[in-house]
């Protein structure tokens, strides 16, 4: 059975104009997302996972932002050349979003209930406010928010941090959208709370056949909740496949880099945490060739010269990297990272079983 | 809520007690007395005269009498207008003071939000300097200036209002801007920048990513937030209010309850000082306190103290 694909992102490129320069935040992204899959996009601070996000949504500001190229195929239409009034009917109601701070995303004046209701009413001209306070009671229940009833009348402030996320989720579930994209959902709340809330996410996809983009920087998450993995560095995707892909085969120096530096609880091994060296490159005036390059150890020398195209690895796993290159020599991935990706085969059997 | 308005109260109380003592000491220092300007009396008059009223008496006897007065807000009779009591002066010059001064304030806030909203609308866009540089016009002139500009371009030379007394309504126009433009700059200037403020907060983002409309988002969620520093400044600007219509009805000939208190100084009129100085404290130890609750209501973040539900 095909799945059918809800988006499609091409080439897209988004710049800011600030007085020091032209910051590409965004440099020619591209990838799919099929009905009822998560794709994770992962990648340190500032590589523009927040920027791609919010230009699927059309939020971002402009000016200082500026969609420089690119198409964002959403159900076959491009949505890049919308209109404002256009896309408020898009937002909300088939492509929805939840925050990263739940302590900041809602409007601490306004009564949780009709922060739900608000949606609904505004996607939904027949439904009355009857209805409406009806159906956000519901979702009030569905996210797991005990006596909803009683909840709807409150303002966030009553509410705990976990609380407040089940109530944006409930929020961006409101209108029933087809795309959910979750921005950090979880980092600002401690680890079992976040378990809770991704457990929530799933649990809800499942119901619904939502397809999520899933943003963090966080990898152990992201072989929790994602069907496929987009590696982002410096504005540009750099890897991409299935979770198993980019867990059990990673090709990208920088997906080593990441998973190298994932802390690694399990296996329990006595071995330092390994960090990326250096720092991410300028946007302003990108390097010439690899964005990596410079903080690369396989840097080749023809990295710093020419940019590398992606790769096929296999049918869902793609690579920019010029070590991909028939003539490139091959280079091992590192012991380190072998002996994780071992350990990770090795859990995965056992749960397996 | 009720225990925290007997609370209140009960500070207003104090708050009034000290201003009586404190403006009765000051009565006393000042130099003068209610019958100086009057041509030389002899000097049995004038011990006559200040027995009637009881000003030959120890100080405590009169800061005592003062105290009575006050407690039975009963002032007795003016010193300077034979006949008239200082509360008939209040009821009768208060309500002009009162229309002056509601018609002040709405200007100012109106036109304080008016312009800050489309300051922050139109961030630095050609509307934000617009309505910035007029804001701070408005703070840095000061009224009794503006009064002055305004009565003689827009009603001598322009002769579109009067140019003083009270007569009805368009009389009370030039006034009440002359009060109300500093503090509209305030008000605008607190208005953009809150305003400013909260559209780059998360939940503006939100309203957006729900698929509201830009207005509907300025609306029903950017405004609500950043006027609550505005309803701060309501105390305040009920002082400066206040204030400002001490001037103002001076230079505009209004027979409001401000020029009455500020002739009563001069005048040193003292019945009427302390009844007038008391009727102020009161209106705005209660302003404060109405404030105060109206800030409860409207953000429902915070409690007053000592309040339960
Ligand atoms: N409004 C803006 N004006 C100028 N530059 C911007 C703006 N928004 C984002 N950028 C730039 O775009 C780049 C990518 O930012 P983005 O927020 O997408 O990073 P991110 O991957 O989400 O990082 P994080 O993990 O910290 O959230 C950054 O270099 C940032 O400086
Ligand atoms: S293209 Fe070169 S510099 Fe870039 S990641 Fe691959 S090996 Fe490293
Ligand atoms: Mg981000």
């Given at each position: 059975m095909m799945k059918k694909k809800l988006l499609e992102v091409n080439d897209l490129q988004i710049n800011f104009k600030t007085y020091a320069g032209i910051v590409?935040?965004?440099?020619g992204v591209s990838f799919d997302l099929y009905e009822g899959e998560t794709l994770a996009i992962v990648g340190e601070s500032g590589s523009g996972k927040s920027v791609t996000s919010n230009a699927i949504m059309k939020l971002i500001p402009q000016p200082p932002g500026i969609y420089a190229g690119g198409e964002i195929l959403f159900d076959g239409r491009?949505?890049?050349?919308?209109t404002e009034k256009e896309m408020s009917k898009v937002r909300g109601n088939e492509i929805a979003m939840i925050f990263q701070d739940p302590m900041t995303a809602l409007?601490?004046?306004?009564?949780v209930g009709k922060q739900i209701t608000e949606v609904i009413l505004k996607h939904n001209k027949k439904v009355t406010s009857a209805e409406a306070k009806e159906r956000a009671i519901k979702l009030l229940d569905l996210v797991g928010i005990p006596m909803p009833e009683k909840r709807f009348?409150?303002?966030?402030?009553?509410?705990?941090g976990g609380m407040r996320q089940r109530v944006v989720i409930a929020i961006a579930l409101a209108a029933d959208p087809k795309l959910l994209i979750a921005d950090?959902?979880?980092?600002?709340?401690?680890v079992t709370i976040q378990a809770q809330i991704l457990e929530l996410m799933k649990d809800i996809q499942k119901k619904r056949n939502t397809s999520i983009i899933f943003i963090t920087h966080d990898l152990g998450v992201v072989a929790n909740v994602a069907d496929r993995v987009a590696v982002m560095y410096a504005g540009q995707i750099v890897e991409y496949g299935t979770v198993n892909d980019i867990f059990y085969?990673?090709?990208?120096p920088y997906t080593w880099g990441l998973l190298g530096s994932m802390?690694?609880?399990?296996?329990?091994?006595?071995e330092e945490l390994r960090t990326i060296p250096g720092s991410p490159p300028d946007l302003i005036h990108p390097p010439k060739g690899d964005a990596f390059a410079a903080r690369?150890?396989?840097?080749?020398?023809i990295d710093y010269e020419k940019e590398p195209p992606m790769f096929k690895i296999s049918d869902t796993h793609y690579a920019k990297t010029w070590?991909?290159?028939?003539?490139?020599p091959q280079i091992p991935i590192p012991d380190a990272i072998q002996k994780r990706i071992q350990g990770y085969l090795e859990e995965a059997e056992n749960s397996g079983k | 809520m009720l225990k925290y308005i007997f609370k209140r109260l009960v500070y207003i109380l104090i708050a009034l007690y000290i201003i009586v003592t404190a403006t009765f000491f000051l009565i006393q220092l000042?130099?003068?007395?209610?019958?100086?300007?009057?041509?030389?009396?002899?000097p049995q008059i004038e011990a006559q005269l200040n027995a009637k009223y009881g000003l030959d008496n120890p100080w405590y006897v009169q800061y005592k009498d003062y105290l009575i007065d006050t407690v039975t807000f009963d002032f007795g009779e003016s010193m300077k207008y034979k006949g008239r009591s200082t509360n008939d002066i209040i009821a009768e010059s208060f309500p002009i003071s009162l229309t002056l001064g509601i018609e002040a304030m709405l200007i100012s806030v109106g036109l304080g939000i008016l312009l800050g909203v489309i300051a922050a609308l139109y961030h630095n866009r050609f509307p934000d300097y617009l309505s910035s540089t007029i804001a701070v016009l408005g703070i840095s002139v000061p009224s009794f200036i503006l009064a002055g500009l305004m009565q003689y371009?827009?009603?001598?030379?322009?002769?579109?209002?009067?140019?003083?007394?009270?007569?009805?309504?368009?009389?009370?126009i030039l006034p009440a801007t002359a009060i109300a433009i500093t503090h509209a700059g305030f008000i605008a200037k607190l208005t953009r920048s809150s305003m400013l403020e909260q559209s780059s907060s998360d939940y503006v983002k939100m309203a957006r990513a729900k698929g509201l409309g830009k207005w509907t988002t300025v609306f029903k969620h950017t405004l609500r937030n950043a006027l609550l520093p505005v309803v701060t400044y309501l105390g305040p600007l009920t002082a400066g209010v206040v204030t400002g219509s001490f001037i103002i009805e001076q230079i505009f000939a209004i027979p409001g309850l401000g020029k009455h208190f500020v002739t009563s100084i001069t005048n040193r009129d003292y019945t009427v000082i302390m009844g007038t100085t008391v009727f102020y404290s009161i209106i705005l130890l209660f302003a404060v306190l109405i404030v105060d609750i109206l800030y409860s209501v409207i953000d429902p973040r915070i409690k007053l103290k000592g309040a339960k539900k």
């Open positions: 590409q935040a965004v440099r491009d949505i890049v050349p919308l409007n601490p004046t306004m009564r009348r409150q303002y966030p402030h009553e509410f705990s950090e959902p979880t980092t600002a709340l401690d085969n990673p090709r990208h802390p690694d609880l399990k296996n329990n091994e006595k690369n150890e396989f840097a080749l020398a070590l991909l290159h028939p003539d490139a | 000042a130099p003068g007395s209610p019958f100086a300007s009057e041509r030389d009396f002899p371009f827009l009603a001598f030379k322009l002769d579109l209002f009067p140019v003083s007394g009270w007569k009805g309504f368009s009389y009370s």
